[in-house]
């Protein structure tokens, strides 16, 4: 089977940016925002009222929902062009005129005496939604007036999301040259070219001119980087304060539906597990003929390891090989892998022009998914892609239920994405023809573990010090540069000889405007996902209704009652994540002793 690279916005609107059905949907969903404002004038006391209500507000961030995924997709593929920044303010306002009407409704939900909310909440068209409409009701005791609340909000477009927004105009403004050391020839490169080669490249002289010219270019920018990093951070922890937060982890773990203790018992066991990684690296080094190894080499590919040399693997194969590896799990995991790829709904080709990164989004008024992503033909690339339709294929799972039941939070959301990049990780492992070919593929599924202990824990440090030092003032960039150097150096637990200082204005996370501290839900859904893969290896046939359960339930509920209600564990607890843990020590082992042979 062959299958596009490009994927399909047109069937989302036809025309592109200028499509007439866009401008349409524009209107549309002005008028139900105003419509839904006039409602929301009068006090709401029944529950088909509130029903009312709800099903408007919902309608309201479908085609919200929609839109964006439009114009994000579109400007994704075009980085850079100013011809959205249009588009994005105006749906920016959109959102703003939507926050107002959406407070008042909280704050009806407030107004009712608890047991008149419990018995509403318990009719048939709310009951659904009850879980949602809680948390509605319990983020109201924050809300301030309404006059403050529309201003806030208003503020935001040219606060947060501006610079939020001003970050990718940095980004896509940057480029590089490197010299690759396998002909001798200077190239020219884009920021978000350059970031996948670091990923990818083979070669150790040139993936270290990569870097250092990386850093050059980041450093060269780094003035304008810390300025809308501190400026985005300033107004979110000012909009914190003045919705009664005393911390800035309290609005993401909220926003995770996560307690406190969950987050520090697993970043406990983090550390206290990291040591684990040093024999890896260790042995790594000698395979690769390093004295050192650098941020660019910790997931750097293995090459020249006996008689095994590594093939590209065509998106094709690699697209066959996702499917039938989902079916070995969930048949119905495999029909919708080889259905987007069919319909176009991953665009994944490898040209100039393209954001750095990858993402899913869903299309709520069409119950579609897209996937962006840049495949280059590694075996971590196929796995990426498994990544990404492990969130589609989540968020399919609930195109039956109302939209707010599709609400489900960061962390296990990466909990289905992570999962299904397991599925393909481990049976390239399991394939392998040749103890050769076997050590390479083990060295490729750690890519994961290091990525979520290490890398992202460095990331979670350098937030968590940035933050406390910026409700004091402005950080310098010289100040994000030593916050980041030491994050990676006790993340990494003094692995990494040569560090990457400027990946505080080179890493997109940090730069998000819609979800504080983006970082740390990745290695929860990392460790969560381990329990899950251990419980379908278990379970056979009866998995996949369970697992799709686990997913229905994934906004209805918080982390610790789901970890409770459908694996029967205590996420509070370190067991549970040392049971994560111990898969990773087992592959290291399995590397290890693999690897004697070839030193």
Excluded at 74 to 92: A, C, E, M, Q
Excluded at 340 to 365: C, H, L, T
């Amino acid at each position: 089977m062959t299958y596009s690279q490009t994927w399909d916005l047109e069937s989302i609107y036809p025309g592109g940016i200028n499509s007439p059905q866009l401008a349409q949907k524009y209107e549309l969903v002005g008028k139900q925002i105003k419509a839904f404002n006039e409602q929301i004038d009068g006090t709401a006391s029944s529950a088909d009222q509130i029903a009312d209500l709800a099903d408007l507000a919902q309608t309201i961030g479908s085609g919200l929902g929609t839109i964006s995924i439009f114009v994000n997709g579109l400007s994704s593929v075009d980085y850079g062009n100013s011809i959205y920044t249009p588009h994005f303010d105006k749906l920016g306002k959109l959102f703003v005129d939507f926050s107002a009407p959406l407070n008042q409704f909280q704050k009806q939900l407030l107004a009712l005496d608890e047991q008149t909310f419990i018995t509403i909440c318990q009719s048939p068209r709310l009951s659904p939604i009850a879980f949602y409409l809680t948390e509605l009701r319990t983020d109201a005791k924050r809300l301030l007036d309404d006059k403050t609340e529309t201003l806030i909000n208003k503020f935001d477009l040219d606060g947060q999301q501006a610079w939020s927004q001003h970050y990718d105009t940095i980004s896509a403004s940057l480029s590089m040259t490197y010299t690759d050391a396998n002909d001798g020839k200077t190239r020219h490169i884009s920021a978000g070219q350059a970031l996948n080669m670091l990923d990818g490249e083979p070669d150790s002289k040139t993936r270290a001119d990569i870097m250092a010219n990386y850093e050059k270019m980041w450093q060269q920018a780094e003035n304008l980087a810390a300025d809308t990093l501190n400026h985005l951070a300033g107004f979110r922890l000012t909009n914190q304060q003045a919705h009664g937060r005393q911390s800035h982890l309290e609005q993401p773990l909220e926003m995770n539906r996560m307690s406190q203790a969950t987050l520090d018992t697993m970043w406990r066991v983090v550390d206290d597990n990291k040591a684990m990684f040093k024999p890896y690296f260790d042995r790594k080094k000698q395979l690769l003929g390093l004295k050192t190894i650098g941020w660019q080499d910790q997931v750097a590919p293995l090459t020249h390891i006996g008689d095994y040399q590594p093939k590209e693997v065509s998106y094709d194969d690699a697209a066959a090989f996702i499917i039938a590896q989902f079916g070995k799990f969930s048949p119905k995991m495999a029909d919708f892998a080889e259905m987007a790829f069919e319909n176009r709904w991953i665009e994944s080709e490898n040209r100039p022009g393209k954001q750095p990164g990858g993402y899913m989004e869903s299309v709520p008024d069409l119950h579609e998914s897209r996937i962006f992503l840049t495949y280059t033909g590694s075996v971590n690339d196929a796995a990426t892609i498994a990544h990404e339709l492990g969130h589609a294929f989540h968020s399919a799972q609930l195109t039956d239920l109302p939209l707010w039941r599709d609400a489900y939070a960061m962390n296990v959301a990466e909990t289905a994405s992570t999962f299904a990049e397991l599925i393909v990780n481990d049976a390239n492992v399991k394939g392998a023809k040749s103890d050769a070919e076997k050590l390479v593929l083990l060295d490729a599924k750690m890519t994961n573990p290091i990525a979520m202990f290490l890398n992202i824990h460095a990331r979670f440090l350098f937030e968590d010090a940035f933050y406390t030092e910026r409700q004091t003032g402005i950080v310098t960039p010289q100040r994000l540069n030593e916050l980041m150097d030491q994050a990676q150096i006790d993340a990494f637990d003094g692995i990494l000889d040569v560090r990457h200082p400027h990946f505080w204005s080179s890493k997109l996370h940090f730069f998000i405007d819609s979800v504080p501290f983006y970082n740390f839900p990745y290695t929860f859904g990392y460790l969560f996902s381990a329990g899950i893969y251990a419980e379908a290896q278990k379970a056979g046939t009866d998995f996949e209704d369970k697992y799709i359960a686990l997913l229905r339930d994934t906004a209805n509920m918080s982390s610790e009652n789901l970890a409770k209600k459908h694996l029967n564990v205590d996420l509070t607890q370190p067991d549970f994540w040392q049971a994560g843990v111990d898969l990773i020590q087992a592959d290291i082992n399995e590397f290890l002793d693999l690897s004697e042979q070839f030193i």
